[in-house]
């Protein structure tokens, strides 16, 4: 079993810059992939990105990339997701998940974390 606890959202201007933590407890982190997900209101849950369990491979959504950069630490049990010229559109509440393996190609998302809001005001 994995549990994630997810900070750092809160409200931002549009063009500012949040960093989001994802802390994970449960199950040996470096064995699995992590992957960030937003869900707005009146919207389905959306994919924002992920990365694998080492760290070297990252994929992003088109709707951020360039934008927004997803890491982890694996001696800290915790994955980031920094976010850079924030937009209205990014409002939604942020969650983080971990993947049933260690590649995100090849596993799918398994234990979600409560979320965390992001507010961005134009």
């Known amino acids: 079993q994995v549990q994630l606890v997810e900070s750092g959202g809160g409200l931002v201007q549009a063009g500012g810059s949040l960093r989001l933590s994802c802390a994970a407890s449960g199950r040996t982190f470096s064995s699995y992939a992590m992957g960030w997900f937003r869900q707005a209101p009146g919207k389905e849950r959306e994919f924002v990105g992920a990365?694998?369990?080492?760290?070297?491979?990252?994929t992003y959504a088109d709707s951020v990339k360039g934008r927004f950069t997803i890491s982890r630490d694996n001696a800290k049990n915790t994955v980031y997701l920094q976010m850079n010229s924030l937009k209205p559109e990014d409002t939604a509440v942020y969650c983080c998940?971990?993947?049933?393996?260690?590649?995100?190609?090849?596993?799918?998302?398994?234990?979600w974390g409560q979320g965390t809001q992001v507010t961005v005001s134009s």
């Open positions: 990365i694998n369990w080492s760290g070297n491979r990252r």
């Open positions: 998940s971990a993947y049933t393996g260690g590649d995100y190609i090849l596993g799918s998302p398994g234990a």
